[in-house]
């Protein structure tokens, strides 16, 4: 049994993965994992992760959860080139300090706005509270400020100037906010874009995308691209009400 690499592509830390994986050539099979439709909640997948979440890996009879775990298991098994994990000890320790950083910074502040912007009102079928709207979104603007004082600074990337899995994981974690505006008074992501008046933040995500290959992060980014046409029949019934209640609690 090869490498087993189990995904849902409308998850940040899925699409650095896969981007990860594809982008260093890693021979792996695609095991898609819809969490919208409760497949994360079978006995099938509990084998795989008793956790339940997205992604996992599966290499023989090994298995590994959190993505950042995987993505460090790839770059030892795998033997990728260095400046994605480098071995310069000082280089190394500032993608170690973004990849500790980022949980409750940006993973967290970016995935509050796109819950709050687009699935909350989905799932409820209520407008949202401008001023709910305003104060997510400054949450996320204080620890951009952040990103770009003390991580990116002068530098073409966080490490230096190399692409490092630190970079891949903020940029896919930027981009689950700012993909397109909404439209027709449809929410399409988060309709967030916060590289509009952020000129190095937006040199800094071309040369990410650049790095790993345009097309292969367009590839990754189709399905949260197309999220406008996400209604709520596509979650199952019995994730709904509980998805209702943790996303009112949250906010």
């Known amino acids: 049994m090869g490498l087993e690499l189990y995904l849902d592509l409308l998850s940040q830390p899925c699409r650095a993965l896969y981007i990860f ?3 260093n050539n890693i021979p792996f099979e695609f095991k898609r994992v819809q969490l919208a439709k409760g ?3 079978t006995e099938e997948f509990r084998k795989v992760n008793v ?4 992604p996992a890996l599966r290499d023989g009879s090994f298995t590994l959860a959190e993505s950042i775990a995987i993505l460090l298991y790839l770059v030892q098994k795998f033997k990728t080139p260095d400046h ?15 990849l500790s950083w980022q949980h409750v910074n940006i ?7 796109f819950l709050t912007k687009v699935l909350l009102p989905l799932i409820t079928g209520q407008p949202l509270p401008p001023e709910k709207l305003e104060f997510v979104t400054e949450e996320l603007n204080v620890v951009l400020k952040q990103f770009e004082e003390k991580f990116l600074q002068d530098k073409p990337f966080i490490a230096g100037s190399e692409v490092s899995l630190a970079d891949l994981v903020a940029l896919v974690e930027l981009m689950q906010v700012s ?4 439209t027709a008074g449809h929410p399409v992501c988060a309709g967030y874009n916060l590289f509009e008046e952020r000129p190095k933040l937006t ?7 650049e790095a790993v290959g345009k097309q292969l992060f367009q590839e990754a980014h189709k399905e949260i691209m197309n999220v406008k046409n996400l209604t709520a029949d ?18």
Not at 51 to 54: A, D, N, Q, R, S
């Open 107 to 113: 993973r967290a502040k970016g995935s509050k706005l």
């Open 84 to 98: 994605w994990y480098p071995s310069d000890l000082q280089k190394r320790a500032r993608v170690d300090e973004y």
């Open 179 to 182: 993909i397109n505006p909404s």
């Open 51 to 54: 956790l339940m979440k997205v």
């Open 39 to 41: 497949q994360h909640k």
């Open 234 to 251: 596509h979650f199952a019934p019995e994730l709904m009400e509980n998805f209702k209640q943790q996303l009112l609690k949250q906010n």
């Open 21 to 23: 994986a594809r982008s």
């Open 203 to 209: 040199e800094w995500r071309r040369r990410v995308e």
